[in-house]
Nanobody, 124 residues
Framework: VQLQASGGGLVQAGDSLTLSCVAS????????LGWFRQAPGKDREFVVG???????RYADSLKGRIAMTRDNAENTVYLQMNSLKPDDTAVYYC???????????????????WGQGTLVTVSS
């Protein structure tokens, strides 16, 4: 299983950005997937996750500004982020786990497979 995250970059506060995570060696329609982020000097934190059945959980602090979608044909999941803030600056990681249940989506230790991360920098 390999996950390739991309789409990060330097954006202005208030901008929108969509990150992609392309999976290989697995089918996104049969795995749960999640997005996490890690800001400099901080612990990795949950952003959003989706089970194979598309049950989705969002971090409370980000709900309303983010959306996660899945394209089975492209074997890709996306993270759309709106109204970006400087506090959103972080390395964003996608993760995958077969059979993960909704209640575990926010637990980074529940995921076996991780992508390399993509850096999002939001300037004020």
């Amino acid at each position: 299983v390999q996950l390739q995250a991309s789409g990060g970059g330097l954006v202005q506060a208030g901008d929108s950005l969509t990150l992609s995570c392309v999976a290989s060696g697995m089918s996104v329609s049969r795995y749960g997937l999640g997005w996490f982020r890690q800001a400099p000097g901080k612990d990795r934190e949950f952003v959003v996750g989706m089970t194979w059945s598309r049950s989705t959980r969002y971090a409370d602090s980000l709900k309303g500004r983010i959306a996660m979608t899945r394209d089975n044909a492209e074997n890709t999941v996306y993270l759309q982020m709106n109204s970006l803030k400087p506090d959103d600056t972080a390395v964003y990681y996608c993760a995958a786990q077969a059979g993960i249940v909704s209640s575990s989506l926010s637990n980074s230790r529940a995921y076996e497979h991780w992508g390399q991360g993509t850096l999002v920098t939001v300037s004020s």
